[in-house]
């Protein structure tokens, strides 16, 4: 069964920056947009941001000029590139592919911003 893992959460300084990365553990054929969600606690999850298959990038208002969604040289990779990071952004955050068929999820990585 082919999983999506994701990976460089943790913690860091307000102001600071970190990259997220979200591997295939295998191949997903038609995948039509990736996503990165965040779930903080007691909030239900929101979409951070969107990448489609013809590369159109979209953020939530709250990431906007902050950070950066993009798809990696190997196939089925997703990064995301967050700068200017705020306490509020502290968060779980997943990955997402939506095929034509049905979503695969990632399993989450941790983000906590913090002094």
């Known amino acids: 069964q082919v999983q999506l893992v994701e990976s460089g959460g943790g913690l860091v300084q307000p102001g600071g920056s970190l990259r997220l990365s979200c591997a295939a553990s295998?191949?997903?054929?038609?995948?039509?947009?990736m996503d990165w969600y965040r779930q903080a606690p007691g909030k239900q999850r929101e979409l951070v941001a969107r990448i489609t298959s013809d590369g159109s990038a979209s953020y939530a208002d709250s990431v906007k000029g902050r950070f950066t969604i993009s798809k990696g040289n190997a196939k089925n990779t997703l990064y995301l590139q967050m700068n200017s990071l705020k306490p509020e952004d502290t968060a779980v955050y997943y990955c997402?592919?939506?095929?034509?068929?049905?979503?695969?999820w990632g399993q989450g990585t941790q983000v906590t911003v913090s002094s």
């Open positions: 997402k592919f939506m095929t034509t068929y049905w979503p695969y």
């Open positions: 295998g191949n997903i054929v038609s995948v039509n947009s």
